[in-house]
């Protein structure tokens, strides 16, 4: 009889649920309340990077249902370098995905202890997690609520389409049927490693989470010669995390064994690298990691003028440069 190599040696033997065929649900008995509570943040809104602090109680949060809600409005600079508002004679629309791809970095501390760090590519992580992982009806639905418009087959050219539907879909969050200006708004998953697992952080935790923007050149496109300097403006940003309330016989048994070992979640790290590629190229050799090999590697190509943000064009426009070859190696 053959016996699998377990990577954990605590962990317990199981069987895929297809094969539960004399088993019926079982009912959770383990909750007796929850609730969303809604947290402001520590500084004002006009100062960045946003800081939130979940402080500690008897309630569990659970960490995958944490939700960055922002509002946002578009201003132009006038001949005088003054902002004023955007009229319907402004072509110039968020990028793609802005309830997730407004974040460039993101840290976040539990009781002290930093526990996520990310870097400048907090964007391209959020395109290439929910481009690849979610189908089309997922993103023309529920993504929408975070500024997920398709731009389909009209994407063709280095640059920005301005009678694509996407980027009228995304003009049009911030100008009424009038011209007239307006605010959008916004809802996106607070999209770190931690909070990518299934498991509630325990209680009495204290947790400190520090958001910050990309710049407005890298968040909106204005795809013509003459387009003013826009900005971005963030007018309201709240964090909505839910708590769990426990059976008070089930959060005894947990703070017991609490004592006894800690807790551990499975989280899953995600990194991200950039690297730069001169002009005219023929070869290129980098060292992506050096401490383990990592399940899963996704390669995405820019324009490096697009990487750093501009105006004209839309950072997450991805091409293959010619690409003849491409071959990773391990443990060499």
């Not at 500690?56 to 600079?77: P, Q």
């Not at 800690?262 to 023929?282: D, G, H, M, Q, V």
């Not at 750093?308 to 950072?315: D, L, M, N, S």
């Amino acid at each position: 009889m053959s016996t699998h190599q377990k990577i954990d040696r605590d962990s317990g033997n199981a069987i895929t649920n297809a094969l539960s065929f004399f088993e019926t649900p079982h009912t959770n008995v383990s909750i007796s309340n929850s609730s969303f509570i809604e947290l402001l943040t520590l500084n004002p809104v006009n100062i960045t990077p946003f800081h939130f602090k979940i402080h500690a109680t008897t309630n569990y949060i659970d960490l995958a249902k944490t939700y960055v809600f922002t509002e946002l409005r578009i201003k132009k600079e006038d001949k005088d370098g003054k902002l004023v508002d955007i009229g319907r004679e402004d072509n110039v629309a968020a990028v793609q995905l802005i309830g997730h791809t407004i974040w460039k970095n993101c840290r976040m501390h539990i009781n002290g202890t930093q526990v996520f760090e990310g870097n400048s590519l907090m964007a391209y992580k959020s395109i290439f997690d929910y481009e690849l992982t979610y189908p089309q009806s997922v993103k023309n639905s529920y993504l929408s609520v975070a500024g997920y418009y398709d731009d389909g087959a009209t994407q063709t050219y280095p640059g920005v389409d301005s009678n694509g539907y996407g980027i009228k879909s995304r003009k049009r969050l911030f100008l009424d049927e009038e011209g007239n200006p307006r605010t959008a708004q916004f809802m996106a998953k607070l999209d770190v490693d931690i909070c990518n697992q299934p498991r509630y952080l325990v209680n009495q935790c204290e947790v400190d989470i520090e958001l910050l923007p990309n710049e407005s050149s890298f968040l909106l496109s204005a795809p013509w010669d003459t387009a003013p300097k826009y900005h971005l403006e963030i007018l309201a940003c709240k964090l909505y995390v839910k708590k769990i309330e426990l059976m008070d016989s089930l959060a005894f048994d947990i703070a017991k064994k609490l004592e006894i070992k800690p807790a551990r979640y499975p989280i899953r790290k995600t990194s991200l690298k950039s690297l730069f590629i001169s002009e005219n190229r023929t070869e290129f050799n980098a060292n992506l990691w050096m401490d383990q090999v990592p399940r899963r590697i996704i390669l995405g190509m820019v324009d490096n003028k697009d990487f750093v943000g501009r105006q004209k064009t839309t950072p997450f426009y991805f091409q293959h440069f010619n690409l003849r070859d491409i071959s990773i190696t391990a443990g060499e």
